[in-house]
């Protein structure tokens, strides 16, 4: 019901836009958040757009380089992420929630992942 889009290969202080797309219903009822996962790591999360006010929140290690939108005339929420570093590669998975949380547990709903590689 999530499908997430727009990974590559990009330099160390380049930009990538990836985009989640579902149905109008879940992009307009869930909190949809992003979470990525490099090798050997954890699943951490990234960013969410909230489903009560439209509101964004990010992690520390992407505030101010990362944005989150959401772009009605695709159906798609977007993650534009400038500037971008080597720690941030990684498989990229969108996820919708019923509540406003950055925690994975709550997301009911995880697309495919896209993978992200952030090297010269």
């Known amino acids: 019901q999530l499908q997430a889009s727009g990974g590559g290969l990009v330099q160390p202080g380049g930009s990538l836009r990836l985009s989640c797309a579902s149905s109008?219903?879940?992009?307009?009822?869930?909190?949809i958040g992003w979470f990525r996962q490099a090798p050997g790591k954890e699943r951490e999360w990234i960013s969410y757009?909230?489903?009560?006010?439209?509101?964004?929140e990010y992690s520390d290690s992407v505030k101010g380089r990362f944005t989150m939108t959401r772009e009605n005339a695709k159906s798609t929420v977007d993650l534009q992420m400038d500037n971008l570093k080597p720690e941030d590669a990684g498989v990229y998975y969108c996820?919708?929630?019923?509540?406003?949380?950055?925690?994975?547990?709550?997301?009911?709903?995880w697309g495919q992942g896209t993978l992200v590689t952030v090297s010269s």
């Open positions: 109008r219903y879940i992009l307009g009822y869930y909190t």
């Open positions: 996820a919708a929630s019923d509540r406003v949380s950055k925690r994975s547990y709550y997301y009911d709903y």
């Open positions: 757009i909230s489903n009560k006010d439209g509101s964004t």
